[in-house]
């Protein structure tokens, strides 16, 4: 079956770091471009990052220099690794495959809930 | 870069046509052909509905379409059904790369 799954999401205080995952199955999210999209609580869809077949990752402003985009080839997998967390990054981030040219996103994973609190 | 601008709603009795728009600038909707919108019931995972402005993923109806003018994208959804209730979210391309997308809207089908 096709699917992403996103894990990883929880409590965390600010300052604070998290890791997300997105195991794909039936595709490689090595061939084609993925991206980290995230809403908060009652407000509509935010772009957080992209990473490319080639490997380049750009990531959005507002998260420039403390979330990094990678992926595991071999397992197959996304991941989001957040640093220095924000109140404002309390969000359901989202995983999506990417089809055709950006932004056109065919798949996307549940959902993970990331909730920044003290 | 801020959101693209889109109506906060809409509305439609079933049968009827109704238009979303989504306009950016010349930076992002206007210089690129590659817009996309995205239909989501609260609670679910956004759906891919039309991309690169006018194309249809295989299994969207027909009743959806896109277009294109300047710097203003729109979506048109026509026969309303009661299941197109929802909310709809373009989003843009805007080149380094860099994507955008809209503050959303909410389709209320009377």
């Known amino acids: 079956e096709v699917q992403l799954v996103e894990s990883g999401g929880g409590l965390v205080q600010p300052g604070g770091s998290l890791r997300l995952s997105c195991a794909a199955s039936g595709f490689t999210v090595s061939r084609t471009y993925m991206s980290w999209v995230r809403q908060a609580p009652g407000k509509g869809l935010e772009w957080v990052s992209l990473?490319?077949?080639?490997?380049?990752?750009h990531h959005a402003d507002s998260v420039k220099g403390r979330f990094t985009t990678s992926r595991n080839n071999s397992g197959n997998t996304l991941y989001l690794q957040m640093n220095t967390l924000r109140t404002e990054d309390t969000a359901v981030y989202y995983c999506?495959?990417?089809?055709?040219?950006?932004?056109?996103?065919?798949?996307w994973g549940l959902g993970t809930l990331v909730t920044v609190s003290s | 870069q801020s959101a693209l601008t889109q109506p906060a709603s809409v509305s439609g009795s079933p049968g009827q046509s109704i238009t979303i728009s989504c306009t950016g600038t010349s930076s992002d909707v206007g210089n690129y052909n590659l817009v996309s919108w995205y239909q989501q019931v609260p609670g679910k995972a956004p759906k891919l509905m039309i991309y690169e402005v006018t194309k249809r993923p295989s299994g969207v109806s027909s009743r959806f379409s896109g277009s294109k003018s300047g710097n203003t994208a729109s979506l048109t959804v026509s026969g309303l059904r009661a299941e197109d209730e929802a909310d709809y979210y373009c989003?843009?391309?805007?080149?380094?790369?860099?994507?955008?997308f809209g503050g959303g809207t909410k389709l209320t089908v009377l």
């Open positions: 999506a495959r990417g089809m055709a040219k950006p932004p056109s996103f065919d798949l």
């Open positions: 990473i490319y077949s080639s490997g380049y990752t």
């Open positions: 989003c843009s391309y805007a080149g380094s790369p860099t994507l955008i």
